[in-house]
């Protein structure tokens, strides 16, 4: 037989009813109402984050194209970081992605968004071509990076705007670039190329 000391303590543990007849919420309950809200509130900022990161800072693209061969080839993943483009300086060599311009949808590849060449151009260059050589502002190109010849379609005499870009392939015979649609405002560039994450046998820097 129990006294009523015990009884009570049974009573509230078992989530039954307190001494005023209201019912009574159990320590565990509380604790698994608390973890819950805590999971949520940890989904909500990870998520949160993972937009804004995908937003304003890096953000992945795939190559859907031979253009870019041999630096990147059709399936290859890349991170592309946005705040080199938004704070930093555009330069000669860079791999850059950007919105597609008006006049490539429907000539080349279709309806695309994004497209990712490489600056040959900046703002204020000149360019012309003579057999397989670019030249710019009067001298020849030298192409650093790896590409393939021969040159294909001629650059004629051009001069880069103000704020805009000559962008080209890296497979210069079998690239739709600025040869074909134009320069790209710097306003719609979206970020620079700088890691090759997929397949893992090209794993590197670009």
Known sequence: MTTPGEGEEVAAADGATDPTGEPTVTAPVRHGRRALVEWLIILVVAVTASLLLRA???????????????????????????LSVRFGTIH???????????????????????????????????????????????????????????????IGNVTVPPNSYFMMG???????????????????????????????SRFGFL
């Not at 080839?73 to 991170?79: A, E, K, N, S, Y």
């Not at 703002?123 to 020849?140: A, F």
Request: some cysteine; proline content about 10%; glycine content about 10%.
């Open 56 to 82: 304003y800072v890096v953000q992945t693209f795939s190559i859907p194209s031979g253009s870019m061969e041999p630096t990147l080839m059709p399936g290859d993943r890349i991170l592309v970081s946005k």
């Open 92 to 154: 000669r060599g860079d791999i850059v992605v950007f919105r597609a311009p008006p006049a490539e949808h429907g000539r080349c590849a279709g309806e695309t968004a994004d497209l990712v060449k490489r600056v040959i151009g900046l703002p204020g260059d000149h360019l012309t071509s003579r057999g397989n050589t670019i030249y710019i502002n009067g001298k020849p190109l030298k192409e650093t990076w790896t590409h393939t010849e021969p040159l294909g379609p001629a």
């Open 170 to 200: 890296d497979n210069h015979a079998d690239s739709c670039d600025s040869r074909t649609w134009g320069f790209v405002p710097r306003s719609d560039m979206i970020g620079k190329a700088f890691l090759r994450i997929w397949p893992p």
